[in-house]
Nanobody, 124 residues
Framework: VQLQASGGGLVQPGGSLRLSCAASGSIFSIGVMGWYRQAPGKQRELVAAITSGGSANYADTVKARFTISRDNAKNTVYLQMNTLKPEDTAVYYC???????????????????WGQGTQVTVSS
């Protein structure tokens, strides 16, 4: 199973970006999907996460500015980022805590899958 993130880039303060992360493989189901970020010299931190049923939680620093959503049919999670600030600059990583893979009559559960990261830079 792989997670492929996209949508990062350079944006001015106050601007918007939409990140996408698609999971690929023989996927039967995916657990919680989330976005983390890591700024230079800082630890990776949770930005937002969403369950398969659509329940979401956010870091206090992004509440009311970021919105996480997912399309279970496409095995994709999104992060709409509005009113971006310079302090949002970081590499953003998608993550899922659990993926159930189906191969014919067999199944395999994989835990803790990370995407490759996409750079978001907020600067004038």
């Amino acid at each position: 199973v792989q997670l492929q993130a996209s949508g990062g880039g350079l944006v001015q303060p106050g601007g918007s970006l939409r990140l996408s992360c698609a999971a690929s493989g023989s996927i039967f189901s995916i657990g919680v999907m989330g976005w983390y970020r890591q700024a230079p010299g800082k630890q990776r931190e949770l930005v937002a996460a969403i369950t398969s049923g659509g329940s979401a939680n956010y870091a206090d620093t992004v509440k009311a500015r970021f919105t996480i959503s997912r399309d279970n049919a496409k095995n994709t999670v999104y992060l709409q980022m509005n009113t971006l600030k310079p302090e949002d600059t970081a590499v953003y990583y998608c993550h899922t805590d659990r993926v159930l893979l189906q191969y014919g009559t067999s199944s395999v559960e994989v835990f803790g899958v990370w995407g490759q990261g996409t750079q978001v830079t907020v600067s004038s």
